[in-house]
């Protein structure tokens, strides 16, 4: 089978990761056949809009995509919207996934293997606001259908893990919204009794992150608490050089770095295509390639064992230098 992959690099580092990530994937051994597609700024003052419409159809097109990141105005600027929010909300691609694993470089902690899953649709995020000189309202929505959703998907990844589910809420103070997605979550959770399931208030889950991060396996909550506690999370395996993500739908998938196109690097051939790597063994492992997403991961652990680290990480290798180094052990497993 031949997998129809969906490349866009975005802005800055953007282009370089991903063709650091189009390498790994060529050196995989199997049948792809790539489009590349444009999105960002760049696409924004080209086309006037930063995510054309043949991007989103090519896309739609393809079997996953690999997006790099994207620089965005820090003022608002006329008719530009964030293509990633977007992209997002056009496919309905209502889950993210972070995973944070240990790796072996002296700014991560060891004994880490969690998986955070965000409901990336509504909640906090849902753009539901208003506001006059005096008074500044968002509204909060959790829908049944949307934590249904989410939750389902965490325990069913968790069935692939070490079975353990905790449900980050708040629902002691706000019952409403909090309250419906707790008691959904623990609905699903009797769909899965092979699988654990306890609760956790999410100040604690952001303590014990700190304090006891190897007790984690899956973790689900809702998109604001789960975009603050994946930050927090990825600080201590090594941060945002290391640090990948996927935004899964019922038909799409879309797989990047968590980091953004850095332009204080941009063009230097120095940025840290590790994130990428990760990005692409999930992607991997969302088209059933799992083994070959673990011979990825395995050549990606073992470079930076030795010691093959760029800038970021304290060292002084070259991007190019762990894109050889990790497909050449690839090409050993
Ligand atoms: P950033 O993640 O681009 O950079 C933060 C710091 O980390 C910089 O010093 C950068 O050099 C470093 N860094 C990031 N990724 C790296 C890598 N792979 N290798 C080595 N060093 C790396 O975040 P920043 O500076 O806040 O934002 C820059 C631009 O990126 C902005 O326009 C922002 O809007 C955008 N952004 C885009 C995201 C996306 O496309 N998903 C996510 C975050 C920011
Ligand atoms: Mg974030």
Redesign the pocket.
């Known amino acids: 089978m031949t997998y129809r992959i969906c490349l866009i690099e ?1 802005d ?2 953007g282009h370089e ?1 991903v063709q650091a990530g189009r390498r790994l994937l060529e050196a995989t051994g199997l049948a792809f056949e790539f489009t590349t597609a444009e999105a960002g700024w760049d696409a924004f003052q080209r086309y006037g809009s930063a995510l054309p419409t043949e991007t989103l159809q090519a896309v739609r097109n393809a079997n996953a995509t690999l997006f790099g ?4 105005p820090l003022q608002p600027v006329r008719g530009y919207r964030s293509p ?1 929010v977007a992209l997002r909300r056009e496919l309905g691609l209502y889950a993210n996934l972070r995973p944070v694993l240990s790796q072996p470089v002296p700014a991560s902690r060891p004994g880490i293997d969690m998986l955070i899953v965000r409901e990336n649709s509504e909640g906090m995020y849902s753009g539901r606001e208003r506001s006059d000189e005096n008074e500044a309202v968002t509204e909060r929505v959790i829908t049944r259908h949307a934590s249904q959703r989410i939750a389902r998907l965490a325990f069913e990844l968790a069935a692939t893990r070490r079975g353990h589910v905790t449900i980050v809420h708040k629902a002691n103070v706000l019952r409403a919204t909090c309250g419906l997605f707790r008691e959904t979550a623990f609905d699903v959770a009797r769909e899965f009794p092979q699988v654990r399931a306890e609760e956790m208030l999410v100040d604690t889950a952001a303590m014990r992150l700190i304090t006891a991060p190897e007790r984690f396996d899956v973790l689900v909550t809702t998109n604001l608490f789960g975009d603050i506690l994946s930050d927090e999370a990825a600080a201590l395996v090594g941060g ?2 290391l640090a990948p993500s996927g935004n899964i739908g019922q038909t799409h998938a879309i797989f ?10 941009a063009g230097q051939g ?4 590790t ?1 990428t790597f990760l990005a692409v063994a999930m992607l991997l492992d969302y088209l059933g390639e799992n083994q070959i997403a673990n011979s990825v991961r395995q050549a990606v652990e073992g470079t930076l064992r030795d010691g093959i680290h ?3 990480l304290g060292g002084r290798a070259t991007t190019l230098a762990v894109i050889e180094s990790v497909v050449e052990r690839l090409a050993r497993s």
């Open positions: 975005g800055g580092i990761v990141a994207v620089s965005s990633i945002l050089g990047e770095p968590v980091h953004g196109s850095a332009p204080d690097i120095t940025a840290n295509p994130a760029t800038p970021d």
